[in-house]
DNA sequence: AAAACCTCCAACCGCCCACTC
DNA sequence: GGAGTGGGCGGTTGGAGGTTT
């Protein structure tokens, strides 16, 4: 079945808006909220597509969005929250208040992941502790390395297209044995890795069972607000897996275990 | 000074999923 | 259950502005 286009292209400006279009627009919505955007156009007397007007809005015009340099810290989150999840901007963004997908996208785009490529390229040599260094994700990065030093180090982005789920909380399936699984392109590994800051805790020699395992709580998270998130991590996941062997109390403060993340370099 | 090249990012595009009828 | 719609997502592009030659 196909989808028929938003709405006719005829007629319709494109490229860069106007001050006056952004005025329309930022009026409008305050006057009468967001939503119906295929409809918005026309009642706003913008000659745009509906979702053109959302872009904008969700990207540009929205009252809440920060703009201006990325902090070291949001960079720091940036890295391991691509490395937990991949490319799934939007969900990245979530855990960054006032930014955008766009925006964290662009930056990887042109900060991060040459960044990312070039650590590879480094990784490519005789991996020294130095350079046992995650940053590993873009796309390609499922695929497994020839390195077994690599494969010990470097993360492995799950997949890079985003599910959502509306009302079903995946919960962790009973780990499997050790050696490493792939579920179609799924690839799991026996590295520990979490994510600092009380944001949450994956596992520490944990193993997930199956594609839904990785999925596991991404619906939640992406409806949760910021308190729900680190309950929904902490109370849903940590929690069970705690409950399985092989995941050592101490996971989420063993800070020497989280040193791949930013490199060995930022830790005593 | 200007041409060539590079970088950044706003915007577009196509695809997918959830929901409704 | 299938078709249609609304909304959201990630990938890609194009152009403006900056830098280098």
Known sequence: MGRSPCCS???????????????????????????????????????????????????????????GNISHDEEE?????????????????????????????????????????????????????????????ESGATEPSSSSQATKTKIEVIRTRATRYSSQVM???????????????????????ELRDDQCCLTNDQEMGDAEMVDFGISELMKANDEEFEELFHEAMLKDWTANPGLSNNAATDLDSLAFLLGSDDWP
């Open 77 to 137: 989150l940036i890295i391991r929250l691509h490395n937990l999840l991949g490319n799934r901007w939007s969900l990245i963004a979530g855990r960054l208040p006032g930014r955008t997908d766009n925006e964290i996208k662009n930056y990887w785009n042109t900060t991060l992941g040459k960044r990312a490529k070039a650590q590879a390229s480094i990784n490519e040599a005789p991996p020294s502790k130095s350079t046992q260094n995650i940053l590993s994700t």
């Open 171 to 193: 919960v962790p399936l009973q780990p499997p044995a050790t050696q490493d699984i792939d579920v179609t392109n799924l690839t799991l590994r026996q590295d520990p890795f």
């Open 9 to 67: 292209k005829e007629g319709l400006n494109k490229g860069a808006w106007t001050a006056l279009e952004d005025k329309l627009l930022i009026s409008y919505i305050k006057a009468y909220g967001e939503g119906k955007w295929r409809n918005l156009p026309k009642r706003a007397g913008l000659k745009r597509c509906g979702k053109s007007c959302r872009l904008r809005w969700l990207n540009y015009l929205r009252p809440d969005i920060k703009r």
